[in-house]
């Protein structure tokens, strides 16, 4: 398939993805179409997955539409006849492996040049990415982005008949498409999509423009659906947006927030509910009340601080500092006591000085964070960071995460200790990677436990009694 006319496509343009007007978002129903119903009869699809969550969701949906289309999912690559990366745009590490990725499969194309190769997700939602893809990944037949899953039959029929590429991403804000269908992952625990979108723009972060405008789903969308998964026998939901706390805040004509939202779930009859991810600045006491007055909302918040230095909080767009995290961090556990908090720590960004760094380690030892993602700040192009001047040299900054890492792991530890000798309720994942006669699943806090017990126990959950605690699990047993 050769490209003549690179201005054909519709590329993504990261000035345009920055802009949020005030136009409202379009709820869409989807629907697949007879014309599209029996494309992929006696075909066969694979769908890589990288980055967070969302991208899990997304993969879900996609797999939800192949199978619409007739497709059969396979785990062989030399086998299948489509396969789509959806990719994840966070850092430079991410998309360097997926980069490898694209020039590994090229093989496969050449076995067969039937073989339909998509890539999605973020890195599609970049222009030098797409402008890389047209000029030397010419084997890559469908580029779209995070808005426009739901055109992916019109794609397929496009280039597998007509042999022609599609490059389609759009850097509009954004709508919200209804009734996705979805394949997914887990029997007994799902990801519910509450919104889309950011509307923060952190200084660092690539996100607000590979996911636009921040906009909610209905509360009659979200009840349902939940309501839809207790029936078919799903045991936890985890409620997904890029900063699930300002869930509801673009509702014109209604009073409705994150804090209501969990009220209204837990009448649902789900047995756990969780969120991720969070935003300080946005969290608010109505969900922290939420939180303490309905049991079946898990004890567990994951709540992004990036750095403890003012001047850093500042420079990053946090609308915080540290002193007002602390207070509201506080504010939670006394709210709802026992709650682990986790965190995410970039260290390294722009200008950050041996002094911010220790503000830093300081906030850590004040949080007592039972766990984090630690990251060094990754230069994305397009975000105003990407522009401060950088003079920390690599080397200081792996020594920074070093250290930052040996007290995470202080936190960790800690946290799990103090489930020693007590029961702790597991939903059971499924066998050990280590040992098939134990079983692993997560408690309440989201705690990893590790017991001996019967492959049956798999999608329930059930009391273990904690014996030994570890950096990275608890050891239990049946109770
Ligand atoms: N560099 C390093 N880490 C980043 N994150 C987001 N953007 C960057 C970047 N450019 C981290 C933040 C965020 C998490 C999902 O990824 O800590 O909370
Ligand atoms: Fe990125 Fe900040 Fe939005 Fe999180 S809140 S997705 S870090 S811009």
Redesign the pocket.
Known sequence: MNNIDLDKYFKPDLKQARKRTQSSIEELQFDIGDAHQKIGLGKTYKIDTYG?QANEADSETMAGILELMGFIATHDEAEADVIIINTCA??ENAESRIWGELGRLKNYKRQNPDLILGLAGCMAQEENVVERILKKYQHVDIVFGTHNIHKLPEYIETAMFNKERVIEVFSREGDIIENLPKVRQHKFKAWVNIMFGCDEF?T????PYTRGKERSRSREEIVGEVFELVKQGYQEVTLLGQNVNAYGKDFKDVDYTFGDLLRDLEQTGIKRIRFT?SHPHDLDLKTMEAMRDCPHVMPFFHL?V?SGSNPILKRMNRHYTKDSYLAKLNELKTIVPGISVTT???VGFPGETEEDFLETLDLVNLAQFEGA?T??????EG?P?AKYEDNTPEDVKKQRLYILNERINEGYLKGNTRFLDQIVHVLVDGVSKHDDTVLAGYSEHNKLVNFKGDPSLIGTIVPVKITQAKTWFLLGELA
């Open positions: 967070c966070i850092r952190c660092y972060c690539i996100v991810t992004p990036q995410d720590i970039i993602f990251f060094v700040f990754s230069k994305r975000t960071a």
